[in-house]
């Protein structure tokens, strides 16, 4: 009974933990999402019209994964977090 309790108590803080570093990445994810949209935006001021159209759909590729990683750790995280 009391071993039950300790592994549930054990359980309930990993899954606390993993949970922290789904929000923690999803942070990570957020904060270069923004850099990447700034980026993108101060290189097109200084790229020539093929070249910036190039780099813009590189760009919107890779974004768009990441998108996808932050709505996939989301839905993991709320997959997994405690009652």
Same mark, same amino acid.
């Given at each position: 009974?009391? !071993?039950?309790?300790?592994? *549930?108590?054990?359980?309930?803080?990993?899954? !606390?933990?993993?949970?922290?570093?789904? !929000?923690?990445?999803?942070?990570?994810?957020? *904060?270069?999402?923004?850099?990447? =949209?700034?980026?993108?935006?101060?290189?097109?001021? !200084? $790229? $020539? $019209?093929?070249?910036?159209?190039?780099?813009? =759909?590189?760009?919107?590729?890779?974004?768009? =994964?990441?998108? #996808? =990683?932050?709505?996939? #750790?989301?839905?993991? $995280?709320? #997959?997994?977090?405690?009652?």
């Amino acid at each position: 009974m009391l !071993k039950d309790e300790i592994e *549930n108590a054990q359980l309930r803080e990993e899954l !606390k933990n993993k949970q922290y570093m789904a !929000k923690y990445d999803l942070a990570c994810q957020v *904060n270069k999402l923004k850099f990447l =949209k700034n980026e993108h935006s101060n290189k097109y001021g !200084k $790229a $020539a $019209a093929h070249q910036h159209s190039l780099e813009a =759909k590189h760009s919107e590729i890779y974004l768009r =994964k990441v998108e #996808t =990683k932050i709505h996939d #750790t989301l839905a993991h $995280a709320h #997959t997994e977090a405690p009652p």
